[in-house]
């Protein structure tokens, strides 16, 4: 685990790496174009990486190719795709994906569409919807569309549950 560990923070490393080196080329032609010297530039306004990851107000993204399904999973953050390398590496896990489920619940008048982040297969039958957490920013919306994917979860005959930092590697 702990190559894991040092290749995605390698992978860190690199796309900030590319994104101040961006940046600063981005910088620099928009005062060159002011000027009139520059015949425009190639910045998309989003950094590229060499390993499929990009990284946007902070916030890291890409594509990671499993070893296992041999299918190109969007992760949305660091702690999504440290999840996916987890389960890619552990013997336990059948199969696992992007959920399609979208489970609905309300807050107050307001009707709103809950998307958990992984879908789960283990090699014992056992079914898990995976929601990857970092930080709760709205703790009341939180909880509800928590109650609401374990209700989900109940009707189907699978588990629901919430990883945070340190569950990251934990396969069981």
């Known amino acids: ?34 000027t009139g010297t520059s015949q425009g530039s190639s910045y998309s306004g989003r950094p590229a990486s060499p390993y499929g990851a990009s990284l946007t107000r902070g916030y890291l ?21 440290r999840r996916f390398a987890a389960l890619d590496s552990s013997p336990l896990v059948k199969s696992w994906g992007r959920s399609k489920a979208r489970i609905r619940y309300k807050m107050g008048k307001r009707k709103r569409r809950y998307h958990p982040d992984i879908f789960v297969v283990y090699h014992d039958g056992r079914i898990f919807l995976e929601e990857v957490k970092g930080y709760v920013f709205n703790r009341r ?26 569950d990251l590697e934990q396969v069981l």
């Open 141 to 166: 919306q939180f909880i509800k569309k928590n109650a609401m994917a374990n209700f989900y979860c109940r009707t189907k005959g699978w588990t629901y549950r919430i990883l945070y930092e340190k």
């Open 61 to 81: 993204h890409g594509i990671y190719t499993s070893t296992k399904t041999g299918q190109k999973e969007y992760f949305e953050s660091s702690y999504e795709l």
């Open 1 to 34: 685990m702990r190559l894991r560990k040092k290749s995605i923070s390698r992978i860190l490393r690199a796309t900030r790496a590319r994104s101040r080196s961006l940046t600063r080329t981005s910088q620099k032609s928009s005062t060159s174009t002011s």
